[in-house]
């Protein structure tokens, strides 16, 4: 069994950056991060495989957005220019296998508790 646990989130003003981080304590194929805001359903953010050669994030974040990874194992979530539709608890999830459909949940054997982002202006 994989774990997954989440850091970097917090109150953060509108306009500013932060790095949200999830490391998973053993060996993944594809990570992904998936973010629910208050009173609305999951939804699929970015996706990345464990070379790092191969991402995608969804076209409501591109350009704001960028997903990396680091020794196969630690994923990245940068975020720029926070706004108010960004406020969610964000959720990193993970997969043994290569081949998923990046923006389905049941994809994703593993999950992290997730971690909230918040723009406090």
Excluded: H
Excluded at 43 to 65: H, L, N
């Amino acid at each position: 069994q994989v774990q997954l646990v989440e850091s970097g989130g917090g109150l953060v003003q509108e306009g500013e950056s932060l790095r949200l981080s999830c490391e998973a304590s053993g060996n993944i194929e594809v990570m992904a991060w998936f973010r629910q805001a208050p009173g609305k359903e999951r939804e699929w953010v970015c996706g990345i495989r464990k070379s790092g050669i191969g991402r995608y994030c969804s076209d409501s974040v591109k350009g704001r957005f960028t997903i990396s990874i680091e020794n196969a194992r630690t994923m990245y979530l940068q975020i720029l220019s926070l706004i108010p539709e960004d406020t969610a608890v964000y959720y990193c999830a993970a997969s043994p296998r290569d081949a998923v459909k990046w923006g389905a949940q049941g994809a994703y054997e593993y999950w992290g508790d997730g971690t909230q982002v918040t723009d406090s202006s």
